[in-house]
């Protein structure tokens, strides 16, 4: 909604900027806080419940973020807004709720590139999202309790992985047209494998 766009414009972009001194250089203030003037362009930053807000720009590179949550007519309405640009760029973002719906479609028709982690040990590259059960009550291979703790483990030699030792690799490389990345919480320094062995 406007509200919603509103607050994450006072609350991330803005905080961004002042936190970022040659950013905010590239920043010419506007009294709206759902404008941003970059050089000698616009950023405007829209929800997608109204149409009246969509309508009335005019669009080279359109972002959606948690693409799943919109209405496909907002979409479809956003789309026209780069009827005529010459550049016609867009990024979509969400987190999956269905199969062949949203980001999941999206994905399937891009080249799905997927981060490998490579082990430090033995050079063997593993994929945790890959590994992962698809259904309950499976073991959990790629997270496995090491004195007292959850690691992330090479599915070769089981020692632990540090996911920031890895690539990304497409595995429809035919489809250079669409990039497509699957990211996980399996990935992050951020989120403990304990917690996401326990939720599990």
Request: charge should be negative; hydrophobic fraction near 35%; include cysteine.
């Amino acid at each position: 909604s406007k509200s919603d766009v509103t607050d994450f414009s006072k609350g991330r972009i803005s905080s961004l900027i002042d936190d970022n001194p040659e950013i905010g250089a590239w920043i010419k203030e506007t009294d709206a806080a759902n404008i941003k003037r970059i050089w000698d362009t616009f950023l405007y930053l829209r929800g997608m419940k109204s149409r009246v807000g969509l309508k009335s720009v005019p669009a080279d590179f359109l972002v959606f973020d948690e693409l799943d949550e919109a209405p496909q007519k907002a979409v479809d309405m956003a789309y026209e807004r780069m009827a005529h640009s010459e550049f016609k760029h867009q990024l979509k973002l969400s987190n999956p709720t269905l199969p062949d719906y949203g980001i999941d479609k999206a994905y399937q028709l891009s080249d799905q590139r997927f981060w490998l982690i490579r082990c430090e040990k033995c050079g063997h590259y593993t994929d945790l999202v890959g590994s992962f059960p698809k259904t309950p009550n499976q073991d959990v291979s790629c997270l496995i309790r090491l004195g007292g703790r959850v690691i992330r483990a090479c599915e070769n030699c089981h020692s632990e992985l540090n996911p920031s030792n890895g690539q990304w690799v497409a595995k429809y490389p035919q489809n250079s047209d669409v990039r497509g990345y699957q990211y996980s919480q399996l990935w992050s320094h951020f989120v403990d494998p304990a917690e996401i062995l326990h939720i599990y």
